[in-house]
């Protein structure tokens, strides 16, 4: 559910007629409704109660401020990936022991500064890895918690590209190789091996791939217990899914009432990382249409918004709902939504049957809310959307548009050039 609606003709966000967003702010244009992000935040949070879990928002999916600040507020951790994360976590105020941190290729200096911040946990996505994050815990005088990211080898049931749980992805560490590391454990004196990680992937709709990657993992935990490796943490990761189109996705209390008795055996903490299903359906992209183009074989309608905008139907061929702003009759015809951009990859929909559509009018981008703005980029020296947060009746500006400046602020000609 979310809080975008027909009231009438008009498509609203909350309280606030989209419409007049859009002719105040502009296209493209990126609109959340507050009450959507921070309801689906407390349907995890309820849903998994009993086990009292540390959900930590993925800020990949959405990093803007205000959004990680309003998430935080509610008693989020959040999930990182990077050193630029970082930042924007402890901008927020996250508190350090409420981050974790995942990604494949952490750089020394991404390294130093989270341990120096003391966050909660690194996980660590192979041996190498590891043997970096005690060299440097070393250097710093310090001693580092450490979650071994756990392969399972589970097919997740969705995109290659957004599959991460197979021992053919770059992702994790297979169950032999972190029995050995943590047979070695005394080895590395200035990490505290406390806790083990999955993620196997993202807009996963079904519990049965997570219910396969928890029981593997479980069973792993039990084995160790008896070897005498005991654990603290559980981080069972993120990636559920969303509605798009037709899917059915599981609620969060489905998912959890599937989890839970698994992960209550486990007797350890638990740590959720999603993203998606938090911020997805909380936002979408608006644009205008800038013409209507027949041509022997098919009729496009060129919006203003295009792939360094939203690239997921360019990437991954990704299905967005599109809705006019003023609602249609009940007529269609078949249309391609296209962008400016030189590509012919660049595209919202191909064939989708729409209402009759004009230059000038409006349309939204459905279920962009994650995985949107953080993947906009300049290409074609496009200035990247406005974003804005909607509280009810309330409007704010939660980022400005980029000028044309903003294009070249940390561009120079070198002084050779300017005479030539």
Known sequence: MHQFKYVGRQLFCEKLRIEDLAKRFGTPLYVYSYHTLIDHFVKIQRAFS??????????????????????????AGLDIVSGGELFRALKVGCPPERIVY????????????????????????SLPELENINRISARLGRTTQVSIRINPDVEAKTHKYITTGKLTNKFGIDFESAQRILFLRRKFSRVNLTGLHIHIGS?????????????????????LEKMGIGLEFLNIGGGMGIVYNQETPQTAQVYANKI???LERTGLKIILEPGRFIAGNAGILVT????????????????DGGMNDLIRPALYGAYHKILPLGKAGAAREKV???????????????????????????????????????????????????????????VFVIRRRESNQDLVRNEEVPPFLSGI
């Open 50 to 75: 009993s086990v009292n879990p540390l959900i930590c928002f993925s800020v990949k999916a959405n990093s803007n401020l205000a959004i990680l600040k309003a998430l935080v507020c509610k008693g």
């Open 102 to 125: 995942a990604s494949v290729g952490k750089t020394d200096r991404e390294i130093e500064e989270a341990i120096r911040r003391r966050i909660l946990s690194f996980n660590v996505e």
């Open 260 to 262: 839970l008795p698994i």
């Open 203 to 223: 807009q996963i709709t079904t519990s049965a791939p997570f219910v396969g990657a928890v029981r593997k993992v479980s069973e792993f935990i039990i084995k």
């Open 336 to 394: 391609d939504i296209v962008g400016p951009i030189c590509e012919s990859g660049d595209f919202f929909a191909k064939a989708r049957k729409l209402p009759s559509l004009k230059k000038g009018s409006y349309l939204a981008v459905m279920s962009a809310g994650a995985y949107g703005f953080t993947m906009a980029s300049n290409y074609n020296s496009r200035p990247r959307p406005q974003e804005l947060l909607v509280v009810k009746d309330r």
């Open 288 to 303: 205008r249409i800038l013409y209507v183009k027949s041509t022997p074989k098919k009729k496009f309608v060129i919006v």
